[in-house]
């Protein structure tokens, strides 16, 4: 949505409630993609490019998502799907709650995209563009933070970070 639809420079330089943060041009060719994630506390952000952004609880829970102009949100462990509908007088927040089967393959995407990203950080196929506070080890730390959810991600009772 748009509050969320920065630049990834500007994500670098201006979320300054995320630290540490990092940006990444991770993989190579037709999988490149670039990558900006930050830690507020134990809470993390991940933004895949412009269209695939996730929020997670400091637990590591699914939270809210935003994908391809779609919010996502957890609501008592469920997945609500928000999308804008335009009329000629008027925008509107449709919600809808995803069927098992929509959030089952959600989690599945998103599970293999994250341990798509930790391969490639452990293998160092990636070029740091950014990090903030410098020296942070933001890379580790969110290494760290992956491997510890191999077992997959749950989602959170609620959107709100707590």
């Known amino acids: ?19 540490p ?48 102009d779609v919010l996502i949100k957890a609501e008592r462990g469920r997945l609500v799907a928000m999308s804008r509908e335009r009329s000629a007088s008027e925008v509107s927040l449709v919600s809808r709650e995803l069927s098992a089967e929509e ?20 293998a160092e196929a990636y070029e740091l563009v950014g990090e903030e506070p410098r020296g942070s080890e933001a890379i580790g730390r969110l290494l760290g933070w992956l491997r510890a959810r191999d077992d997959g991600i749950r989602i959170a009772t609620s959107p709100r970070i707590g």
């Open 1 to 19: 949505m748009a509050r969320d639809a920065h630049d990834r420079e500007d994500l670098l330089r201006d979320a300054r409630g995320l630290s």
């Open 21 to 68: 943060r990092v940006e990444l041009a991770v993989g190579r060719g037709s999988e490149a993609f670039t990558l900006f994630a930050g830690f507020r506390g134990e809470s993390l952000s991940l933004y895949f490019g412009q269209d695939r952004v996730y929020h997670f609880s400091d637990r590591g829970e699914l939270r809210r998502a935003y994908l391809d």
């Open 103 to 122: 959030a089952a393959a959600l989690l599945d995407e998103l599970k293999g995209r994250l341990r798509a990203l930790s391969e490639k950080l452990a």
